[in-house]
């Protein structure tokens, strides 16, 4: 069953170069920084379309759910947690 999620993010890779181009431009980020905020994406694309799996495989249909809510709850959450504090961390290097 991963089969198709493979396909789809191979498939969609090639959308993600201009933000990896905006990212790595940038100078309001440490190279460190950069890795971070460009495996953000994928990696919430790998979380959303693995954890309804890991669900599946340990509760049976009764853990799609759990697993689909925590994956999104943890790319939306710790995405926008991740985005603000490196951003923020940006912003008070740049006011130096």
Same mark, same amino acid.
């Given at each position: 069953?991963?089969?198709?999620?493979?396909?789809?993010?191979?498939?969609?890779?090639?959308?993600?170069?201009?933000?990896?181009?905006?990212?790595?431009?940038?100078?309001?980020?440490?190279?460190?920084?950069?890795?971070? #905020?460009? %495996?953000? !994406?994928? *990696?919430? =694309?790998?979380? /959303?379309?693995? $954890?309804?799996?890991? @669900?599946? +495989?340990?509760?049976?249909?009764?853990?799609?759910?759990?697993?689909?809510?925590?994956? #999104?709850? %943890?790319? !939306?959450? *710790?995405? =926008?947690?991740? /985005?603000?504090? $490196?951003?923020?961390? @940006?912003? +008070?290097?740049?006011?130096?």
């Amino acid at each position: 069953t991963q089969g198709p999620m493979v396909a789809g993010l191979a498939l969609t890779l090639w959308l993600w170069i201009p933000a990896l181009v905006l990212i790595g431009l940038t100078a309001l980020w440490t190279t460190r920084e950069k890795y971070i #905020l460009a %495996l953000l !994406v994928p *990696g919430f =694309a790998l979380a /959303l379309g693995l $954890l309804p799996e890991i @669900g599946y +495989a340990v509760r049976g249909v009764d853990g799609v759910a759990p697993g689909a809510w925590t994956g #999104l709850l %943890l790319g !939306v959450v *710790g995405g =926008a947690w991740l /985005l603000v504090r $490196l951003t923020g961390r @940006g912003l +008070a290097r740049a006011h130096r």
